[in-house]
């Protein structure tokens, strides 16, 4: 499938890299109602700490773990995002999820993405560590966790300090593999039948979609929170007011 991934014109050309080497990958999904900086910054640190050639991120088209109410028109969001990461190195948008239409489940994107990459292709899934203790409501989590594994990124009050990586850890072994160990106290795990899971820092930016969405209805300007290009096209198309 060519363009199983639905790949924006900032995609990435190809799953291998000049001289033969085979991509390394992340898919970053969610809502991105609206994206913003703090959306930006983990993606950007994120492929930088894994040596990642791109991360990709997925707007979700009807996310079945949120509630739709407030939730922007999927091809805004699909819009934002792009405008967003243009001229970013390394960051891209695929509309594989929008395309598909109805809830959109991490495991078929993943599949599609696994099925239209080489085999040596590596794959990484980007989340935040409170979608991630959800993960067990997911879909076929067990396969998605087999299948690829896991970045996890701390919520920024604790920046992946040692309170997140035990609650992460009691949850791997209450949930999802009792033998689940943390490795060396870096914040990486391991468990039987389980690819991978990293804890993984990036800068603690304290905002949200939510808080812009707050500030939007309120009049308030989004300066410096959301990329410039992203506030114009909000307030062109009168979004969340």
Known sequence: MPQAAGRSSSGRGGSRRRGGR??????????????????????????EGFGLDEVILVPAATPPH??????????????MARLAVRGVRGLSVSDAEIRRGGPSYTIDTVRRFLAAS??????????GLDAFLEIDTWKSYRELLALVPVIVIPRPAAAGGPTERRALGRFLRARLARRAR???????????????????????L????????????????IRFLAPDAVGRYIERRGLYR
């Open 22 to 47: 085979a991509a390394r990958l992340g898919l970053f999904g969610g809502t991105f109602n609206p994206i913003h900086v703090g959306h930006l910054r983990a993606a950007i640190e994120v492929r």
């Open 66 to 79: 949120k509630p739709a109410a407030g939730l922007a028109p999927a091809a805004d969001r699909l819009a």
């Open 118 to 127: 080489p085999p040596a292709a590596e794959l990484f899934l980007i989340v």
């Open 182 to 204: 943390e490795v060396a106290g870096q914040g990486a795990f391991c468990a039987p039948g389980v690819r991978g899971i990293h804890l993984f820092p990036v800068t603690p």
């Open 206 to 221: 304290d905002i949200s979609s939510r808080l812009i969405r707050q500030l939007l209805a309120a009049g308030r300007s």
